[in-house]
């Protein structure tokens, strides 16, 4: 058996073989690696003199002031450095190359190859990268260890990789390549290649070399030294070590449990004190940093810790939010990153003088205004309070900073608001002033300064009664009490007149508001002055009761006439009626309308009207007594107030003599006028009780002596007004007539005498009244002309008989004609328009429609009559004279009417057979027409003695009961139309 040292021994054998076979193994190992790190250190050495001279040599060229051209051009340091890589290469034996490479170099020679085009496309994906070593085999098989650094592109690197056009001139003229590199981007490589064949060979020397004395010495010393160490000092010194490393590692809590009175245990009981004593410290210092981090942080005001360099060292989370940067924006950067890119000069200079002032132990704020810049280029006004502090050795700025934004717009808020009431209070006409309680004036507008006097204008200050009475002592006594005094003492708004006398304007009248002009906190300061110069307007007051009284009388009389007009008449006839009450006497209203006094004035000329109106009522006032009232009511109206009569016979005798006075003749303008007048007699109380009612009793009987045949009176009787009701009802019925639908025609056959065949047929309307049935046309169609109405009937029969005329013609009666007649009030400018609407509307023919028109309506206004019915004509429409013979008509007007056709009166046919004279009037028309080449039609033929003597007589068409009589559209078919197959 071995014996314990053999044991240790043959144990401390084992363990050294093994241990030797293991330390030659990572010793081969580690020499590689010192040798790769000796190369890799030489790589590192080599890119910072590359680094370091190309900065140098590019920086020093381009200062130089040398020109770029075909000489100098291999100056550029990517030349100048490929030809020391090709001398490096000759010179050196070991195989190591270097240059800078890139994957669009300028130098052809530059130009990156497969190994180095893999390690920039390394360091752009890896951009934090600072260097790069990989193996790899070349062409011809040999083993190589490529080295690389990335190249990025600077500032100064755009000057020539940049735009083209901010290329020199030199290489802007040679190069078209390696432009458009942006700022970051990465350039190339600095691209170092080292051999490993020649690692591999040094490593395996050295090695063995190495073995042979590790393995003597190893041998020899190691058991002593082992055994002695290991037994004193190594394991004591391992735990010590350990334990250093730990606290260098920071953990503060490592102890170190060593006995004895040694050295090293001295050490050990001294490392445990220094732990307990730097834990403590630590503790302490790490509280105070979190606390002043804590404050630091929370601050609601933007801090930023700024070096001497300009550079942002540290900042809150208020200056982040302040700026608009992330914390990893703002850290270590510029502090003009915060500042416009160009302060202006009064900015700057209140900066430096700031920074330059600045002392360490001077613990007050610089506090200065200027404009800050946020992330997104927005410009903002910012309060800057820098002070300078020391932490060690370093001098550092502390900078707190308050977005003052809100407090600006404010600040210009009020401003523009001050601005605003001065522009307002400039820009009333009146001067206004605010006055303190010692007259001094606080505020004016522009019209109180321009009332300033010249030798005050000059003064800083000026005063009440300076200003607007221009004199050295306040106001006093009645004839100028002082404003300012009153509302101190009555503490309320008060109106006072002063007189001033001007030297351009004599004396004027000023009136003076004054209300109490308080501060904020509402106590009296004060009076605010308006000032008007009234002057004028008391004179137009008394202008205006000078013309009030003929203004009075012009409201109430007639301009044209000088009588009293509506207003004035209603309000002596009320006054009449009530005088009457109390004396049981009667009151007369003699309501006057001059009989066709719209032709005198439309045919004459309004002159002639006017004068005519004139002198009708100049004969009024004769014919009546002094406490009677004559009045023009509008128009051609006239009304008279006889008051205090006994009976109704002095009425009568009154309308008697304006009657005879009105009928002699008139000299207007040189023309003869012999003018007659309807009039309405109404009496007090017995036919009314109020003065409308009155009013309309007397119209009612005057529209009675209208129907009556004019030129004459009458008095108001009960039936009178129920016509006037019944009349109103139906005009009310009359107007819903058109919108319910209630209105329908009737034709009535049109058949020529010769061929005894159908040629056309005449509309006519008539009212299906709901209740009253069929109402005939002479009750309402004088109605409707009177009202207007007729305009809309007429317009719709024109569109019904048009609309049914060609409903037959498609049926197959194409020659059928429709007439239609026109009313008087219809028969304007205006009808040509209605005319073509139902032409276009219907589709009709316009030969196929003819109208009728009364002669009367045509005369009316004859000239006007030619024009408009040539325009009718010239549309295709046939034209007839309507009830020819009833009315007066111009042989040389009627020559100028493009009128086809004459109809002969019912009134002249009916009596034909027993009246001669009707006969003739007969025989003479169709002579007429056969003159004037016209056609003749007959209406109201009823018997076959009438028709034989029309035939006779040569008349072209003939109408009557005994032909047809008018019938609905269904039963005009059924009577007078077969049915035809369509053309």
Request: proline share 4%; with cysteine.
């Amino acid at each position: 058996m071995l014996d314990l040292k053999s044991k240790l021994l043959f144990t401390i054998g084992t363990v050294f073989l093994i241990s030797f076979g293991i330390l030659t193994y990572f010793d081969y190992r580690n020499t590689r690696q010192e040798i790769a790190q000796a190369l890799t250190n030489e790589a590192r050495l080599i890119r910072s003199m590359m680094t370091a001279t190309r900065r140098v040599y590019r920086h020093q060229l381009m200062i130089s002031g040398l020109p770029l051209d075909g000489t100098t051009l291999g100056f550029l340091p990517a030349h100048a450095l490929s030809r020391v890589s090709n001398e490096f290469s000759r010179l050196v034996t070991s195989g190591l190359t270097f240059n800078n490479v890139s994957d669009r170099p300028r130098n052809s020679e530059l130009m990156a190859d497969r190994v180095e085009l893999e390690a920039m496309d390394y360091f752009r994906h890896n951009p934090d990268a600072r260097e790069r070593l990989v193996p790899f085999d070349s062409r011809d098989g040999e083993p190589y260890y490529h080295f690389a650094a990335p190249l990025w592109i600077t500032r100064d690197c755009l000057k020539c990789h940049g735009k083209p056009e901010d290329a020199p001139p030199g290489i802007r003229e040679i190069y078209n390549a390696s432009y458009h590199y942006e700022l970051g981007d990465l350039k190339g490589i600095l691209s170092i290649k080292l051999p490993a064949r020649e690692l591999e060979q040094r490593a395996i020397s050295q090695v063995w070399e190495s073995s042979f004395n590790y393995l003597v010495g190893f041998i020899l010393t190691f058991l002593a030294v082992f055994l002695l160490l290991k037994r004193t000092l190594l394991g004591r010194i391992a735990t010590l070590t350990r334990a250093s490393e730990s606290l260098a590692g920071g953990n503060y809590g490592t102890r170190i449990d060593l006995t004895g009175s040694d050295e090293i245990s001295q050490v050990s009981a001294a490392f445990n004190s220094m732990a307990e004593a730097i834990a403590e410290r630590t503790r302490n210092l790490e509280e105070n940093e979190q606390r002043t981090r804590s404050i630091f942080q929370s601050a609601g005001e933007g801090m930023l810790l700024v070096s001497d360099d300009g550079l942002i060292r540290d900042h809150n989370r208020a200056a982040e939010s302040i700026f608009g940067f992330t914390a990893e924006q703002l850290s270590e950067q510029p502090l003009t990153c915060l500042l416009p890119e160009q302060l202006s000069p009064v900015e700057r200079r209140r900066l430096l003088r700031i920074v330059s002032h600045s002392d360490p132990g001077d613990r007050t704020r610089q506090r200065i205004e200027i404009t800050g810049r946020r992330r997104s280029g927005e410009h903002f006004p910012m309060e800057l309070n820098i002070s300078q502090v020391k932490i060690g050795s370093r001098t550092l700025y502390l900078s707190i900073i308050e977005d003052i934004s809100e407090r600006k717009q404010a600040e210009q808020v009020i401003q523009e608001k001050q601005q605003f009431l001065q522009s307002v209070i400039d820009g009333v006409i009146d001067p206004i002033m605010v006055i303190g309680e010692d007259y001094r004036v606080i505020m004016m507008n522009r019209s109180a300064r321009d009332n300033v006097p010249a030798q005050f204008r000059a003064l800083s200050t000026h005063y009440c009664y300076q200003v607007s009475h221009n004199r050295d002592t306040p106001c006093s006594g009645n004839e100028h009490p002082c404003p300012l005094k009153q509302v101190l003492s009555n503490r309320r708004a008060v109106t006072l007149l002063h007189e001033h006398h001007t030297r351009e304007l004599g004396l004027r009248r000023i009136e003076l508001d004054a209300s109490p002009y308080r501060d904020s906190s509402g106590r009296l300061r004060g009076i605010i002055e308006v000032s008007k110069d009234i002057t004028e307007r008391l004179e137009t007051e008394e202008q205006l009761r000078d013309n009030e009284v003929r203004l009075s009388h012009l409201a109430q009389h007639d301009v044209l006439t000088g009588l009293p007009n509506r207003l004035l008449f209603h309000d002596r006839l009320e006054h009449a009626m009530h005088k009457a009450r109390r004396s049981g006497h009667q009151v007369a209203v003699l309501f006057l309308d001059l009989d066709r006094f719209k032709n005198i004035n439309d045919g004459l000329g309004h002159d002639v009207g006017d004068g005519m109106l004139r002198e009708v009522a100049s004969r009024l006032l004769r014919v009546i007594r002094d406490e009677d009232t004559v009045a023009r009511l509008g128009g051609d109206e006239f009304v008279i107030i006889l008051e205090d009569i006994p009976d109704a016979s002095s009425a009568s005798s009154v309308a008697r003599k304006c009657l005879a006075a009105l009928s002699q003749k008139m000299l207007i303008k040189g023309i003869d006028i012999f003018p007659t007048v309807s009039i309405g007699i109404a009496l007090f109380p017995e036919d009314e009780q109020s003065v409308d009612g009155l009013m309309k009793c007397a119209d009612a009987a005057m529209y009675r002596a209208k129907d009556g045949g004019r030129d004459s009176f009458q008095f108001y009787t009960r039936d009178m007004n129920d016509r006037t009701i019944s009349l109103l009802r139906m005009e009310g019925s009359l107007r819903h007539a058109l919108e319910k639908q209630q209105l329908l025609l009737h034709y009535q056959p049109k058949y020529d005498l010769r061929k005894r065949e159908l040629v056309g047929m005449e509309a006519l309307v008539r009212w299906q009244h709901p209740e009253k049935g069929l109402i005939p046309p002479a009750d309402f169609i004088p109605l409707a002309e009177d009202t207007g109405m007729i305009v809309a009937i007429g317009e719709w029969v024109l569109d019904e008989a048009c609309r049914q005329l060609r409903e037959w013609h498609e049926t197959g009666f194409r020659r059928l004609q429709v007439a239609v007649n026109i009313s008087a009030r219809h028969f304007n400018p205006s009808l040509l328009e209605t005319l073509d609407q139902v032409l276009m509307k219907t589709g009709l023919e316009p030969e196929c429609l003819e109208l009728e028109i009364t002669e009367s309506v045509l005369m009316e206004n004859a000239e006007a009559a030619v024009v408009t019915l040539h325009q009718i004509r010239n549309r295709g429409i046939a034209l007839a004279i309507d009830d020819f013979g009833t009315g007066y008509s111009s042989l040389s007007y009627l020559k100028q009417f493009p009128i086809g056709s004459l109809k002969i009166d019912r009134s002249f046919v009916q009596d034909v057979m027993q009246d001669s004279n009707d006969s003739a009037i007969v025989s003479s028309v169709v002579a007429l027409a056969r003159n004037m080449d016209l056609q003749v039609t007959a209406e109201g033929i009823e018997t076959e003695e009438q028709l034989r003597f029309i035939q006779d007589s040569g008349c072209d068409f003939g109408q009557g009961y005994l032909l047809g009589r008018p019938v609905d559209a269904s039963r005009f078919e059924a009577l007078h139309l077969r049915p035809r197959v369509p053309a």
